[in-house]
């Protein structure tokens, strides 16, 4: 098989498309994870670790190229944040991400959106991010340097309930710029791919190198995001034969 990535004839592995230990974080206690997809016939599952593909990497890029990154996005974005950490201010609250380097943060984000990207599981489903990105990308995985077309804005999720549901990626314009918008329970990330800066509302929460970042914290869903919910527990009730809300 042909790994994607280096696009050598290797074994390819398990690859996890959302770095295991935000899964971890979720199960908690449980036995399981729940997946559920939606459309017009939903499908439910169980799995013990997290969204797989078996098509796309090879042990070495999936564990080494990908891995050491994905060990930084830890540190930035723990799963479990210190909420000594969260500071109210007189119109929002943040939480102190500390010191960013964003090299490896930049890897970071690309990693998690070339995977996605290219897996065909339902996670991934709205991130196309076309030929010139996709290749863009690789080579920069491969020779570990960063793009100037991706930048972060971070949101920690403190929400009433849900905080630990991770939906699919989203793609969508924030102030005329191209974003994704991704789960890592319980971090929210809106994603920038685009040559086009943020505005300056956002600019301003942006994470930059050698820069102290932080993230807004969040108590409620966002408007789309209850439309979102509101359509999975519609899809549930309707797969167990029960009436809509």
């Given at each position: 098989?042909?790994?994607?990535?280096?696009?050598?004839?290797?074994?390819?592995?398990?690859?996890?498309?959302?770095?295991?230990?935000?899964?971890?974080?979720?199960?908690?206690?449980?036995?399981?994870?729940?997946?559920?997809?939606?459309?017009?016939?939903?499908?439910?599952?169980?799995?013990?670790?997290?969204?797989?593909?078996?098509?796309?990497?090879?042990?070495?890029?999936?564990?080494?190229?990908?891995?050491?990154?994905?060990?930084?996005?830890?540190?930035?974005?723990?799963?479990?944040?210190?909420?000594?950490?969260?500071?109210?201010?007189?119109?929002?609250?943040?939480?102190?991400?500390?010191?960013?380097?964003?090299?490896?943060?930049?890897?970071?984000?690309?990693?998690?959106?070339?995977?996605?990207?290219?897996?065909?599981?339902?996670?991934?489903?709205?991130?196309?991010?076309?030929?010139?990105y996709s290749e863009q990308f690789r080579?920069?995985?491969?020779?570990?340097?960063?793009?100037?077309?991706?930048?972060?804005?971070?949101?920690?999720?403190?929400?009433?309930?849900?905080?630990?549901?991770?939906?699919?990626?989203?793609?969508?314009?924030?102030?005329?710029?191209?974003?994704?918008?991704?789960?890592?329970?319980?971090?929210?990330?809106?994603?920038?791919?685009?040559?086009?800066?943020?505005?300056?509302?956002?600019?301003?929460?942006?994470?930059?190198?050698?820069?102290?970042?932080?993230?807004?914290?969040?108590?409620?869903?966002?408007?789309?995001?209850?439309?979102?919910?509101?359509?999975?527990?519609?899809?549930?009730?309707?797969?167990?034969?029960?009436?809509?809300?």
């Amino acid at each position: 098989m042909i790994c994607k990535l280096c696009q050598l004839e290797k074994p390819l592995i398990r690859a996890l498309l959302i770095p295991r230990n935000y899964f971890l974080q979720m199960k908690g206690k449980s036995k399981h994870l729940v997946e559920f997809e939606t459309g017009e016939s939903p499908q439910k599952s169980l799995n013990q670790s997290g969204t797989i593909d078996t098509t796309i990497l090879c042990q070495n890029c999936d564990n080494k190229r990908l891995g050491r990154f994905e060990n930084y996005g830890y540190a930035v974005f723990p799963p479990l944040p210190d909420p000594t950490k969260i500071t109210r201010l007189p119109y929002l609250e943040i939480y102190r991400l500390g010191a960013i380097n964003g090299r490896s943060l930049n890897l970071f984000l690309i990693g998690l959106l070339w995977k996605l990207h290219a897996s065909n599981q339902a996670l991934g489903y709205h991130v196309d991010l076309g030929q010139r990105y996709s290749e863009q990308f690789r080579a920069a995985i491969l020779a570990g340097r960063d793009s100037k077309s991706v930048s972060c804005v971070a949101f920690l999720m403190q929400y009433p309930q849900y905080s630990d549901l991770m939906l699919g990626a989203l793609r969508k314009k924030v102030e005329g710029v191209n974003c994704y918008v991704f789960y890592l329970p319980p971090w929210k990330l809106l994603i920038r791919v685009d040559n086009r800066e943020f505005g300056q509302a956002l600019t301003k929460f942006e994470l930059r190198d050698g820069r102290d970042g932080i993230a807004r914290v969040l108590r409620d869903f966002a408007p789309s995001e209850r439309h979102i919910l509101k359509f999975i527990q519609d899809q549930a009730r309707s797969r167990a034969g029960l009436p809509r809300f």
